[in-house]
């Protein structure tokens, strides 16, 4: 009985997180990610991390609530599980290391839905986004510049290390947009290279725009880098410096006919640190 009293205002505050959330569209917060409170772990620690959404790496953190995900699942050397929790949550993700080694965590949240009454606010976000084609394409459906809809759908990543975990690797793990790092953040040196490969349904996306951004040690002094994937998916970043980052990218196509909206985006991230 003590414990579902004890339960009441956590679960009351996750509601009123979901209405926040459902407020929020990719026009007011241009990312959503996956932020653990310690990139490096003991074998033995916990492994705690927030769901963030929000903008230029700054945002708000939201509980665990199982009505806003379609998959949360953590990725070892021993294969894949679900992450649990208790609707309110929070951190989102709390969870016990099986195994020493690389760990991938996944979010793919469900679908939203946005309409966009004026075409200023749509062309900004496509801009913004690097998504240059959609203009063209959305005149040449004949589609209206007055009444937009859009789905979208977030598929979040990060990379921890477990304990020694310098002989591990990032990969696909299945969700339809993926950033998939090229390299292991526990070998990456400050003033080194890092390669991203983008994939869209397992297969590498040429010519779209990613971001990189650093977490900056005070909240103004993030930065913002962009360049566009080559033929093969492919880009390539320098980390100027031991931190926090994370790569981003949105990826828009013809929303289906039985979806009734006009366009459907999915916006992947990959948060990850260097020391």
Known sequence: MGRQASQRPALGYAWAIIGLLLAISPVSAHEFWIEPQ???VAPEAEIKADLR?????????????????????????????????????LPALQLTPRTEGLMIVTYVSVGERIRFREWEKFSDYLDY??????PARHDARGLARDDISELYTR???????VGDASGGEDRATGMRLELVAGENPANIKPGTEMSFTL????????????????????????????????ANGEVRFTLPAAG??????????????????DWQSYWASLTFAVE
């Open 53 to 89: 959404v929000g903008q230029d790496f700054k945002g708000d953190a939201f509980p665990y609530i199982p009505a806003r995900f379609s998959a949360f699942k953590s990725h070892d050397r021993l294969g894949e599980f679900d992450v649990g929790g208790t609707p309110g949550d």
């Open 199 to 230: 994939l869209w349904q397992g297969e590498p996306l040429p010519d779209t725009q990613v971001a990189l951004f650093s977490k900056g040690e005070s909240p103004d002094s993030g930065k913002r880098s962009l360049t566009r994937t080559d």
């Open 38 to 40: 310690d990139f490096s």
């Open 244 to 261: 926090a980052y994370m790569a981003a990218s949105v990826h828009m196509i013809e929303a289906p006919a039985d979806r009734e909206a």
């Open 129 to 134: 986004e690097g998504l240059i084609a959609i």
């Open 155 to 161: 598929c979040a990543k990060t990379l921890v290390s």
